[in-house]
């Protein structure tokens, strides 16, 4: 589909590099330490990492080539997020 | 009668919802069919419920003590259960931002270090050739 998963989240890269080493991931690890990416996409979740650390709120976006949002899922829950087959179909149809 | 015999619907009772509880937290929460509406956990709090109320029907056939020890289990029981639900519903709501970008809106640009701490552009992750653009998942991180 040529689009590229990309996680974004307030961990420093070395935390990142660990779990990627961890779980085995190979997609791209961005870190937001000071959540300002976070806070322009208007998804920040105050207080509620560890340690009372501001966190994103999970969220995702589909984002074209040309730079437009195709697609986004905004949980209520933070237990509930997009399943990987929620994401591959919206890759799927924006093509 | 039944005086002296242990009281196992209570016992049981109180273990099953703590099962249910670290059943969610160490097992269940791991697939999201049994995490996004926490069924399995669900029903076996309402069998723990169940019979911590049988539990405290049996102690009241017999003395002061018994009927006490009853009550607290069955209140620690069914706050385990409270909670739980608490923390699968209201906890874990979050906060909704006025400002996020919309479905056709321009997805604001950044540069971020990636894990070998070299900086990326969206921008560059768009141009890449071959590329067909960026599904950027946001999550809580690490805790």
Redesign the interface.
Known sequence: ???????????T?A???D??RKAGYTF?????PNA???R???????G???GGRD??????????????????N??????????PDD?IE??AK?? | MNERRFNWPLWAGLALSVVAVFSYAFFFYRFPITRDVPWVSYILLAAAIVLLIAGVRRAFGGGIGRKIVAVVVAAIGVGLAALFVASVTVFSRVPTGANIPAVGAKAPDFTLPDASGKPVALAQLLAEPGANGVMLVFYRGYW
Request: charged share 30%; aromatic share 6%; no cysteine.
């Open positions: 589909l040529g689009v590229r998963p990309v996680a974004i989240s307030v961990d890269p935390e990142s590099r779990l990627m791209t690890f961005l870190s937001d300002e990416v976070i322009r996409y208007d998804i920040l979740h105050k509620a990492g560890m966190v994103a709120r999970p969220a995702e976006f589909l984002v074209d080539r040309n730079g437009i949002v195709r697609w986004r905004l949980t209520e829950d933070l237990r509930v997020r997009a399943r994401m919206a890759a924006a093509q």
